[in-house]
């Protein structure tokens, strides 16, 4: 005779029942358990990606993984979020090792062209206050690095972008470059300008396991100032 019902909720519905799973019914607790935990394992297993702290993984099961409970309660009492918690340590105990150690002294070299970018920015004559304000933090951020980066869970954000109707309507992207400075990173996409598209995320501190560079990101900042100096490029910057 089963007496213990195991049901999974979904993170990413989170307090709607209507998402609620039955996942099986169980003679005894320690089945039932075993279970429990193996669905969130195999949750954390597939989301992992090498060079993910601890933090990020859980954050990412917080968001969208699965929630297991069992009815009745047994001993030990079982928290899913809990056993992620615990199981995200486990799996990222390498990078969260390292995750406090600078990989740069200085400004990455690599990314050295965007300080002409928001100098060309700043030249700009149709700039507005809130624009030149959020250009300014990003200055200060790169001048005074890394004792300057956005506050926790905080980021700047920079885009230039020069919509076509022509282009939007043969489905083609708009020229556009996008750039996030984050507390612990730095994130440029490029579309529809270079012959590539570019997508580059440096890491500031860890292992750098989780950096993506694809494509040439001194051509990409090189063509984002040139589009700065262009009104036809419409810019919109937050930050500070």
């Known amino acids: ?53 601890s933090d990020e993984l859980f954050q990412t099961y917080a968001g969208f993984g699965e929630d297991p409970f069992i009815v009745p309660a047994g001993e030990p009492s079982f928290s899913a979020w809990d056993y992620a918690r615990e199981r995200c340590a486990g799996l990222c105990r390498d990078e969260d090792a390292v995750a406090s150690v600078l990989r740069y002294p200085d400004w990455p070299p690599e990314l050295a062209g965007f300080g002409a970018v928001l100098f060309a920015c700043l030249g700009r004559e149709d700039l507005g206050a ?44 708009e020229p556009a470059f996008t750039i996030y400075l984050r507390p612990d990173r730095f994130e440029l996409y490029v579309n529809g300008v270079l012959p590539a598209a570019v997508g580059w995320e440096v890491r500031f501190r860890g292992s750098g396991r989780r950096d993506r560079r694809a494509g040439d990101a001194t051509a990409a900042l090189e063509a984002m100032r040139q589009a700065a100096l262009q009104p036809a490029f419409i810019l919109r910057a937050s930050g500070g």
């Not at 709607?16 to 358990?33: C, I, M, N, P, T």
């Not at 282009?167 to 083609?172: D, F, N, Q, T």
């Open 1 to 53: 005779m089963a007496g213990f019902e195991l049901f999974v909720d979904d993170n990413y519905h989170y307090m709607d029942e209507q998402s609620r799973v039955r996942a099986g019914s169980f003679v005894s607790y320690e089945e039932a358990l075993s279970k429990a935990k193996a669905i969130v394992d195999k949750f954390l297993e597939s989301s992992y990606q090498p060079g993910m702290t």
């Open 130 to 173: 809130d624009e030149r304000k959020a250009l300014e933090a990003f200055l200060q951020a790169i001048e005074n690095y890394p004792n300057a980066m956005p506050l926790p869970n905080r980021w700047y954000w920079l885009r230039l972008e020069r919509a076509s109707k022509a282009r939007l309507a043969r489905g083609e992207d």
